[in-house]
């Protein structure tokens, strides 16, 4: 038996423990609400680009992706134009999304954008078994704009929301072209488009490997810096792992 596993006690005892671990998790849904709140409290961005991407209907406006819905979500998806594949953390959350019926009648659109050539996408897709919309920017400007792909010569770097100089010896040079990962929310009125938020990093993990499932459990997500320590083998499936793989590429 794993003597790292937790003690093993009465019904009563559990119940116990349980509603003290519940006023804790009830003090954190709290403050996600308040925290939820400040986030719609932030101002918001003219996008005045004329920004063009490729999908199955051919070349469309970022207008567009909101599908006449009133706000738009996007997944900053890690494939750049010379790779054959896609991310293999940014494949495990689309994996996860399952469908978009819960979104669509609260007038909200969920896109994917990659840098990759369309054709490239939509190979990728059909191979995933995946339905949600996934567009090409091939070639613009979007993902440099919202620094999903940093290069200093084409926009001044901001990684993690932190500039150039703030990063200090954090960036080099041949981070140049590099792709991230990141989450990015639009609200339309009328024909005007504006930015309201964008997260990286950790930003957008609960969107990756199950994780709000794995929190849940004993064993957490098997990852090296968890507590209590030793309890699971650190499997490197974390994002940017060693063991991270596409997702039709498990045993």
């Given at each position: 038996?794993?003597?790292?596993?937790?003690?093993?006690?009465?019904?009563?005892?559990?119940?116990a423990?349980?509603r003290e671990?519940?006023a804790?998790?009830?003090?954190?849904t709290?403050?996600?609400d308040?925290?939820?709140?400040?986030?719609?409290?932030?101002?918001?961005?003219?996008?005045?680009e004329?920004?063009s991407?490729?999908?199955?209907d051919?070349?469309?406006s970022?207008?567009d992706?909101?599908?006449?819905r009133t706000q738009?979500?996007?997944h900053?998806?890690?494939?750049?134009?010379?790779?054959?594949v896609?991310?293999?953390?940014?494949?495990s959350?689309a994996?996860?999304?399952?469908g978009l019926?819960?979104l669509?009648?609260?007038?909200?659109?969920l896109?994917?954008?990659?840098r990759?050539?369309y054709?490239?996408?939509?190979?990728f897709?059909e191979?995933?078994?995946w339905s949600?919309p996934?567009?090409s920017?091939?070639?613009?400007a979007?993902n440099?704009?919202f620094?999903?792909?940093?290069d200093?010569?084409?926009?001044?770097?901001l990684?993690?929301?932190r500039t150039k100089?703030?990063?200090g010896?954090?960036?080099?040079?041949?981070?140049?072209?590099?792709e991230?990962?990141?989450?990015?929310?639009f609200?339309?009125?009328?024909?005007?488009?504006f930015?309201?938020?964008s997260?990286y990093g950790?930003?957008i993990?609960e969107?990756h490997?199950?994780?709000?499932?794995l929190?849940?459990?004993?064993?957490?997500?098997?990852?090296?810096w968890?507590?209590?320590?030793?309890?699971?083998?650190?499997l490197?499936?974390?994002?940017?792992g060693?063991g991270?793989r596409?997702?039709?590429?498990?045993?």
């Amino acid at each position: 038996m794993n003597t790292n596993l937790p003690d093993v006690v009465t019904r009563e005892e559990w119940l116990a423990a349980r509603r003290e671990l519940l006023a804790k998790e009830k003090e954190l849904t709290r403050a996600r609400d308040a925290l939820n709140a400040e986030r719609r409290r932030l101002p918001m961005v003219r996008v005045a680009e004329p920004y063009s991407f490729e999908g199955p209907d051919g070349t469309v406006s970022l207008l567009d992706l909101f599908e006449g819905r009133t706000q738009l979500v996007v997944h900053h998806f890690m494939f750049a134009p010379d790779w054959d594949v896609a991310c293999s953390s940014c494949s495990s959350a689309a994996d996860g999304i399952s469908g978009l019926r819960q979104l669509h009648p609260r007038n909200t659109t969920l896109a994917a954008v990659s840098r990759a050539p369309y054709p490239k996408l939509a190979a990728f897709k059909e191979r995933m078994g995946w339905s949600f919309p996934w567009y090409s920017s091939y070639g613009g400007a979007f993902n440099y704009d919202f620094h999903a792909t940093l290069d200093d010569r084409v926009e001044p770097v901001l990684l993690h929301l932190r500039t150039k100089d703030e990063l200090g010896d954090e960036w080099t040079e041949d981070m140049r072209g590099s792709e991230w990962p990141g989450i990015s929310a639009f609200v339309r009125d009328g024909d005007e488009v504006f930015h309201t938020y964008s997260t990286y990093g950790r930003g957008i993990e609960e969107f990756h490997n199950g994780y709000r499932y794995l929190d849940l459990t004993v064993l957490g997500r098997q990852e090296e810096w968890e507590e209590p320590r030793g309890r699971a083998v650190p499997l490197g499936m974390q994002v940017g792992g060693p063991g991270m793989r596409l997702p039709d590429e498990y045993e």
